[in-house]
Every structure is written in structure tokens, then in C-alpha cells.
């Protein structure tokens, strides 16, 4: 049986909420294995996405036109895990798998698929970038290696992925996160400099 995007999203902000509630305010200018984001701006990019993505689930536009400055205000943290669980509830809605969602007109699973993409990658970005260990769900990765797997080319054109990262002996042996980890452009053995 197809589970439920909005299940694969409480699976994964079970393990992402954690993270980013354990970034420190002086970690926030470190790098991370998405060389354009120090941990602030890739922290408010998540914060972005799954503001956004509630929105798609109600069929509604996204705005990703202007820079997010969520982090460093208020109780961000929890603002976050508060988001993250209206994110859940937004794709429980009945429809919100259904028919298509924002201006590219994908498919609604498709849209809920990249919102999952997302928290489960970049939660592995922040992990990475501030020394706390990482576990994503094993469900939730490979139905997130599946849609990364369609979407990567497209992903590539757009500038949301890099080049596929090489995985030694062509990722025999790999995990399934560290094959979608590379498939993404990420170095699966990323450490901070």
C-alpha cells in the first residue's frame, strides 16, 4: 500500500525537527554541504519550504521569489516544529494528493514528494554542517530515491541539484540515503572544513 504523503512527512519531521532544534546561534555561520547556504540560510530556506508547500497542499500558489529571514527571530526553533507539523496536517487534508499543485502543474504526490526531498536532505545538511548525528526514516528515503530519481534531470535545469556526486565502485555497497545523497550532488562523507 502507497503511503500517505502526509505520514512520510511525520516520519521525517520526527528526525528533522530534532536537528534544527539543536542548532546552536553560534553555528549559524557555518558551511554546509550546499556550498551556497551557510546554516542560517539553509535553515531558512527548510523554513521556506515547508511554509510554501502548505500552501501547494491546499492548491494554492507558492512564493519563493524573496530571501527568508525566519532564523534568529523570536523562538525560531519552535516556530519551525510548529510549521513542520502544519505541513503534516496540510497534506492530511482530504485532496491534497489529488489532481495538481502550483504553477509548474505537477502532480500533487509529486509536490508532497519534493517537500519530503527536502526536509530529509537538507536536515542531513544542517546534521552534517553542526555535528549532530542524522537518521533519516528508511521508508521515507527510498520513497524520496524513487521521485529524486524522475526528477533529478529536471532537478539539474533548474539549479536545485548539482551534478551526481561519484559514489567509489560506482555505489556498490551504498546505502539508499548515501545513493540519494550523491544523486542530489552531495558528498555522502561531507565533513565541516
Known amino acids: 500500500m502507497t503511503k500517505s504523503i502526509s505520514g512520510l512527512l511525520e516520519a521525517a519531521a520526527e528526525r528533522s525537527v530534532p536537528v534544527v532544534r539543536g542548532i546552536t546561534d553560534e553555528q549559524l555561520g557555518h558551511p554546509t554541504p550546499c556550498t551556497e547556504y551557510d546554516v542560517k540560510a539553509l535553515a531558512d530556506h527548510l523554513f521556506q519550504v515547508v511554509v510554501n508547500f502548505q500552501a501547494l497542499a491546499a492548491k494554492q500558489d507558492s ?7 525566519y532564523v534568529g527571530h523570536g523562538d525560531w ?18 485532496g491534497a494528493e ?3 499543485s502550483g504553477a509548474m502543474g505537477l502532480p500533487a504526490r509529486v509536490i508532497g514528494r519534493m517537500a519530503l526531498g527536502d526536509l530529509t536532505v537538507h536536515a542531513w545538511d544542517l546534521a552534517r554542517a553542526t555535528g549532530q548525528q542524522y537518521t533519516p526514516d528508511p521508508v521515507v528515503v527510498g520513497e ?3 521521485a529524486f530519481r524522475e526528477l533529478a534531470p529536471t532537478g539539474r535545469k533548474m539549479g536545485a541539484f548539482g551534478e551526481e556526486f561519484p559514489l567509489p565502485d560506482g555505489g556498490a555497497g551504498a546505502s539508499d540515503f548515501e545513493r540519494l545523497l550523491a544523486l542530489t550532488g552531495r558528498d555522502p562523507g561531507w565533513r565541516r572544513p
Open 63 to 69: 512564493d519563493f521569489s524573496s530571501e527568508p529571514d
Open 144 to 146: 524520496v530515491l524513487d
Open 98 to 100: 489529488e489532481g495538481t
Open 77 to 94: 526553533r519552535t516556530a519551525f516544529a510548529d510549521e513542520t507539523a502544519a505541513l503534516v496536517r496540510a497534506w492530511a487534508a482530504p
